[in-house]
């Protein structure tokens, strides 16, 4: 992870990462939330991506990081935290991950994977189960059969060669061509 990731903003950029919309946690100290935006790593989420029924400034099943329980300061006072979901504060909104904030989380040997995978996709064999594993949990990589199905890991049980194959997926190739156009 890169320097300018440490702390606060990394945790809410790998949580955007793994989450399946690429959405940033709901509640975001201001400063961090900044420094965020301002390195172009998330941008405002577009309209109709946050399902209707999810309640404004409340945390959604998929949102990581479960907020129940604890109070939030609301943006302005104390530590103040800024809501990115809207409704209960003005003006706040949702944001999610951009490319460029994935290649910031990214390690050089997870780069070196994602852009170095073949024409059609598949990850060279000599890529590490940990690196194809961590690019997997942030959805950049899905695992095939041999008869095209996909499915979440390698189906690794310790036993000979894992049945599956680490593949881009259509969010691991725009990053991956973001990373190359980028360079």
Known sequence: MSSQLAGAAGRHLTAAAEHPQGLLPIRIREDVLKQILSNDFARPAPEGLIPAQESAGQPSATDHGSTAGRRHPHAGSAGGTYASAGGDIPGARRYVITHTGFLA???DSQ???LTGAEPDGPL???VAW????KLAKFRLVHFLDDDGNSYPDDGDTGVGRPPRRPYLTELGRSVATSATTND
Request: charged share 25%; proline share 0%; no cysteine.
């Open 124 to 126: 060279s064999s000599k």
């Open 105 to 107: 989380l990214l390690s």
């Open 111 to 113: 780069r070196r994977a």
């Open 130 to 133: 940990q690196t194809y594993a």
